[in-house]
């Protein structure tokens, strides 16, 4: 299952990140790291933006971004 596939209230773990180069360094500089918990908060009527609580912050991360984090 991919972050956007969680739905609004879920926490879940980061198991794996699929993106690669820049887009995935990019994802890690924003804290999502593998084993970090992620609270999804919100979500946009047409599911663009996300918006996530992690470490403590809240996070809006775009609906293509969502899909490369798999979480359980």
Known sequence: MTLREA??????????????????RRIMDMGITKGVSVYVRKMAPLGDPVEVTVRGYELSLRKADAELIEVN
Do not use: A, D, H
């Open 7 to 24: 739905s609004i209230g879920q926490t879940v773990t980061v198991t794996r990140l699929t993106g690669e180069g820049p887009v995935k």
